[in-house]
Every structure is written in structure tokens, then in C-alpha cells.
């Protein structure tokens, strides 16, 4: 059969530029463009996929203590077990779709290279969905496969499931797998209908708001998810027919089919999640492939709307009012616009106010469990939300601060370096605009009715005092221009700093808010908490100041010591 050789030159362009987009894909997921973030994706994925497999492996003890079982309790169990592994791996496939939501689609700088070049818009847009689907499927499948394959090893030494044990196992990585892929493949669709219908600007906020939400869903799945399960299971017991329009039920109904144990109800569910995961993944193909070359032309025509009018308004008026210098200004005013005008490093903020909301739910939880959570007058529970978010948008804001939006663009920067103690007063005027001034206005409307006023007054100032705290200890030796430097993502922050962050969040939300609700009642109290807020930031410019004469102003990301060869002699070729 000879195939036409402008086949041939589509599939070899198709598979070059499917390597580069799988490259772009895992760069967008890790807010990384300038180094191999081989090593850190490893440890992420590795931090995600834990909790299911821990999961999978403390069920040795429940199908030990289930032997001498009746077969409904033990099918019941399987039922909980299965719809655990499958809604999990649902929302890691949800995840890792927003991780990647930017890259889906080319941009303005992606048509300028590739439009003029020989290319057909289709054979790019082929491009970017396989290596979409590719990152999608390994990633699914290093979340799931793992834990599949423990607990199947386990579940299948049951007396029950004996005689079925590949069953078990091909059923545990189909139904996972499948509605993994099934979310991935529906949001891919949502994605290029938004970016069709709504535009590029849609759909980035869209992004933000699904990336969000996945990060507190992820959070809080231990926390809810139980009771979701809990009437999943007795719907699909009592034979509910409504329980079978649920996802999660398609697939653990694919699962039991594959092991031997289903019904009429669960057949149907069954045919239904293959019917649903086909169709998702038939109609993503036209979605992305069929307007390729309009929404390419889109792509290069647009041009970035100014979004940033009234936050830099805020923070040029806090700059004017605090008398910084120009240079400051000049650096606060950068950061800003390119922040709000950064889909990247939005995301980045999206993710960690994710999990402050994670956070702040759990708490509120907890303290309803208990019976003592209370509105009406100041308590150290309701002091300790504000404090939550305060932490995670500083923290959020430092993290968006080492990506840069691009590092060929700090040509300004390099020509005329601003000072470290010009870099530490910016970061610090744009935290405290955007994270602890927003945050303790929407604490002082929220208190105002409920709280008397000295105790609301007193409550907003501590947490602007706190917060101002935590900044300068976050930007304890910090040596770059926000945005404009370079960066290597490190699997050591997740190795080692994760605790150390869980810590300083624990102190900082929630024993600075009993000392704080201590303070509102006690001005012996308010005296101390005062005098230390004060002595903390007083130990950490001197430190500062010491340590300037060793720092300097950092443009590109540190990269690990290697052996290079100069090839200087003609002795090889």
C-alpha cells in the first residue's frame, strides 16, 4: 500500500511536535520552563499518589478480619473500596486536566513560530491532544496501577474472590483507569468548547476555578467522602436506579462485573460509564482538531487586555503613602502587572488558596464535631480562618514570585540591578497589598456585626501585625526580582520543607489565634503579643542586615554541578 507522502510528512511532523508539547505539557504542570523537572515531577506524583496506596495497603487487615464473613458484608465492603479507588483517581485525572489547562491550546508565541512554518494547524492541535492524553494516561496510571496492584493482591486472597483473581485485578485497572480518563477526556472537552464559544480568556479564568476546586477536593476527600460513599452504597443496595447516574458507580459496577459479582443494576451503570468514557473521547478528536486553524488565528490576533488598572491604583497608592523610593515602586508596579496578567502564576495562587480553603473547612469541621464552634462573640476558631488564608497567600505569592513569566525579559533588571533591600521592600509592600490588607477587610466586615467593635478592631490589627511578621520571616533571605529570575523546580522542597510548612502553618493559624483571642480581653496580653511581633521583626533585619554583604541578586536558576566534556583534543570524533 503506498501512502501519500503528505502522510508520511504529517506523521513525522505530528510525532516531533508531540515530544515538544509532552515536554511543554509537564513544564506548564510544574510552573517550570527552564530546567528538567524530572526529579520533581517524581515527587509529586509520588506525594499524590500516596495517600490511595496507603490506603490499599491497610486493607490487609480488614480482608483478614473478613474471612469468616457473610457474602453481603464482604461485597459491601468491595463496593466502599472500589468507589474509594475510583472517585480518587477521578479527581487526581481532574488535577492533573487544570495543571495542564493553559498548554492545551497554542498561544500568540506558539503561532509565530509554528505559523509560519509548513505546518498544517491541524497536525499541531494533533499534537498538543496526544501528548494531552499521554500525560494524562501516565500520570492515571502511576496514581492508580500501584495501588491497584496491592490491593488486588490482597482482595483476591479473600474466599470469595478466590477463583477470580485476574478478574480482580484487570477489573481494578480497568474501572480505575477508565474513569480516570473519562474526567480527563470530559475536560478536555469543556476546554476547547470554552476556548471555542468564550475565548482563550474564559477559559484561562475557568482553569483557575477548576484547578481550585481539585485542590480542595483533594484535601477534604477524606473528610467527605465517607458519607458520599455511605449513600452510594445504600442506593445501590436498596437498587436505587438514581444512585446509577453517579460516575464513580459506572465504573465500580465495570469493576464487579470483571470480578464476578454484579447485578442488573450494576450491568446498567456498567454499559452506561463505557458509553460515557467513548463518547468523551470520540467527540474531544473534532472539538480540538476541527477549529485548529481559526483558533490559531485567534491566538496570534489577540492581544493581552489590561487587567491590572485597579490592583496597581492600590498599590501605587500604598507605595506613595509609604514614601518608598522609585526604585521600589518601580519594582512593585512590575510585579503587579505581572502577576494579573500571568495565567501561570494565577494558577500557582489558585492552588494555594485551594488549600487554604481545604484547611479552613477541615478546621470548621473538627470544631463542629465538638459542638463549640461559636460566632457571637471572639473565638480562637473563627480568629484562626483569616490566619489560614493569610499564610497560604503569602506563601502562594512567594512561590508565584521565583517563576518568572519570562526570563529573557529581566534584560531591564540586569542593565540597571536594583538593591536586595529594594527586592525585599517591594515583595513586601506587594504581600501586604494583596494578601493581608484584602484579607483583614474582609475579616473586619465579616466580624463587624457579630463582634463588638474594640474586640474587631483589636482582632484586624493583630492579624495585620501577624501578617506583616510572617512576611518578613518569608522573605528572610531573599535574593531575586520577583518574576524575572530564573527557576529550578526541586524535589528537596518536597522532601524537607513540606513538614517544616505544615509546622509554621499550625503555629501561625492556630496558636496565634488562641493568643489572639487571649489578647482581645487581656491588655496584658496585647502587650506581649505586641512586644514579641516586634522583637521577631527587629531579629530579623539585623540578621538581614548581616547577611546582605554575603547575598547578591540572583537572575538564573542554580544549576546542579556536572561533568562536562570539552572535546578539545582531536584524538576522538
Known amino acids: 500500500m503506498n501512502v501519500p507522502s ?7 511532523q505530528f510525532r516531533l511536535l508531540s515530544r515538544d508539547a509532552v515536554r511543554q505539557l509537564v513544564d506548564t504542570a510544574l510552573f517550570s520552563r527552564e530546567s528538567d523537572p524530572a526529579e520533581y515531577a517524581i515527587w509529586m506524583l509520588a506525594l499524590i499518589a500516596t495517600p490511595v496506596l496507603v490506603f490499599a495497603v491497610r486493607q490487609v487487615l480488614i480482608f483478614t478480619a473478613l474471612v469468616n464473613a457473610p457474602p453481603e458484608a464482604v461485597h459491601e465492603v468491595l463496593l466502599a473500596h472500589r468507589l474509594f479507588f475510583i472517585t480518587y483517581g477521578m479527581l487526581a485525572a481532574a488535577l492533573i486536566a487544570s495543571l495542564t489547562w493553559e498548554a492545551l491550546f497554542p498561544d500568540g508565541r506558539d503561532q509565530e513560530i509554528i505559523g509560519v512554518l509548513p505546518v498544517r494547524p491541524r497536525t499541531f492541535a494533533a499534537a498538543r491532544l496526544g501528548a494531552a492524553v499521554t500525560v494524562g494516561a501516565l500520570f492515571t496510571a502511576a496514581v492508580n496501577l500501584p495501588a491497584g496492584i496491592i490491593y488486588s493482591a490482597f482482595s483476591a486472597g479473600h474466599p470469595l474472590l478466590s477463583g477470580h483473581a485476574p478478574g480482580v485485578f484487570a477489573g481494578h485497572v480497568m474501572a480505575t483507569m477508565l474513569g480516570s480518563m473519562f474526567v480527563f477526556f470530559t475536560l478536555l472537552v469543556v ?11 474564559a477559559g484561562a479564568w475557568l482553569g483557575a476555578v477548576l484547578q ?34 453517579f460516575p464513580p458507580v459506572w465504573f465500580a459496577a465495570l469493576h464487579a462485573w470483571l470480578a464476578g459479582s454484579s447485578s442488573q443494576l450494576l450491568e446498567a451503570a456498567m454499559l452506561r460509564g463505557l458509553a460515557a468514557f467513548a463518547i468523551s473521547a470520540a467527540v474531544v478528536v473534532p472539538i480540538y482538531l476541527l477549529p485548529a486553524r481559526w483558533l490559531g488565528r485567534r491566538a496570534l490576533e489577540t492581544r493581552s487586555r489590561e487587567r491590572a488598572a485597579a490592583t496597581t491604583f492600590v498599590v501605587r ?34 492552588s494555594y488558596f485551594g488549600i487554604a480553603v481545604a484547611v479552613s473547612i477541615a478546621s470548621v469541621l473538627t470544631i463542629e464535631v465538638r459542638g463549640t464552634f461559636i460566632v457571637d462573640r471572639p473565638f480562637e476558631g473563627v480568629l484562626a480562618l483569616p ?48 494578601v493581608v490588607l484584602p484579607i483583614a477587610v474582609i475579616t473586619f466586615a465579616a466580624l463587624v456585626p457579630r463582634w463588638p467593635l474594640s474586640s474587631v478592631l483589636n482582632s484586624v490589627g493583630l492579624q495585620i501585625v501577624s501578617g506583616v511578621v510572617l512576611i518578613e520571616c518569608t522573605l528572610f533571605g531573599w535574593s531575586k526580582v520577583p518574576f524575572a529570575c530564573g527557576h529550578a523546580p526541586s524535589a528537596d522542597v518536597l522532601k524537607s520543607w513540606s513538614g517544616l510548612y505544615a509546622i509554621a502553618m499550625y503555629v501561625f493559624a492556630f496558636k496565634l489565634s488562641d493568643w489572639q483571642a487571649a489578647a482581645t480581653s487581656s491588655s496584658r496580653t496585647l502587650a506581649w503579643y505586641l512586644g514579641g511581633a516586634a522583637v521577631i521583626m527587629l531579629a530579623v533585619r539585623i540578621l538581614r542586615h548581616r547577611k546582605l554583604p554575603s547575598q547578591s541578586l540572583e537572575f538564573d536558576a542554580a544549576k546542579p554541578p556536572t561533568m562536562e566534556e570539552l572535546n578539545l583534543s582531536g584524538a576522538r570524533n
Open 6 to 12: 503528505s502522510w508520511k510528512r504529517d506523521w513525522h
Open 191 to 201: 476546554r476547547g468548547l470554552t476556548a471555542v464559544v468564550f475565548g482563550a480568556h
Open 212 to 245: 481550585l476546586a481539585t485542590v480542595v477536593l483533594m484535601f477534604e476527600v477524606f473528610f467527605f467522602l465517607p458519607k458520599v460513599l455511605g449513600t452510594l452504597i445504600t442506593g445501590v443496595l436498596r437498587g436505587d436506579t438514581l444512585t446509577a447516574w
Open 317 to 350: 497608592t500604598i507605595g506613595t503613602v509609604t514614601r518608598s523610593g522609585p526604585a521600589v515602586r518601580a519594582v512593585v508596579l512590575f510585579t503587579v502587572v505581572s502577576l494579573v496578567r500571568s495565567r501561570r502564576h494565577l494558577t500557582i495562587l489558585a
Open 387 to 434: 490566619l489560614v488564608f493569610v499564610f497560604f497567600g503569602v506563601m502562594g505569592l512567594r512561590a508565584s514570585f521565583r517563576v518568572p513569566t519570562e526570563v529573557d525579559a529581566n534584560w531591564s533588571f540586569r542593565m540597571a540591578q536594583p538593591s536586595l533591600t529594594t527586592c525585599v521592600r517591594a515583595s513586601t509592600l506587594v504581600m501586604a497589598a494583596l
